[in-house]
Nanobody, 124 residues
Framework: QVQLEESGGGLVQAGGSLRLSCATS????????MAWFRQAPGKEREFVAH????????NYADSVKGRFTVSRDNAKNTVYLQMNSLKPEDTAVYYC?????????????????WGQGTQVTVSS
């Protein structure tokens, strides 16, 4: 079992930055692909970014490419999402997710473990 806990959300003006963290406990963190998803009110939960178990491969949704950066520190069992140039349409609850193994996926159904989410609100 893997437990995930996000932090770092908040209210920020458009153009600002936030850094989300996801601390994990339980099974070996380094053996999991880690991802970030988000869900805006009335919308489906959507893929934002993921990072391979070793940290060498990352992928992003087109809507955040060039503005967001996912990283991980396996020594601290933590994954991060640096969000720059934030836009009002980035407003959502952001979720951290984990799946064991090395296969990367953008599908929320592929992830076994989820955090409780952290709210990000971007004002115009």
């Amino acid at each position: 079992q893997v437990q995930l806990e996000e932090s770092g959300g908040g209210l920020v003006q458009a153009g600002g930055s936030l850094r989300l963290s996801c601390a994990t406990s339980g099974r070996t963190f380094a053996g999991h692909v880690m991802a970030w998803f988000r869900q805006a009110p009335g919308k489906e939960r959507e893929f934002v970014a993921h990072i391979s178990s070793g940290g060498g491969t990352t992928n992003y949704a087109d809507s955040v490419k060039g503005r967001f950066t996912v990283s991980r520190d396996n020594a601290k069992n933590t994954v991060y999402l640096q969000m720059n140039s934030l836009k009002p349409e980035d407003t959502a609850v952001y979720y951290c997710a984990a799946r064991p193994g090395i296969v990367l996926s953008t599908s929320r159904n592929a992830y076994n473990y989820w955090g409780q989410g952290t709210q990000v609100t971007v004002s115009s």
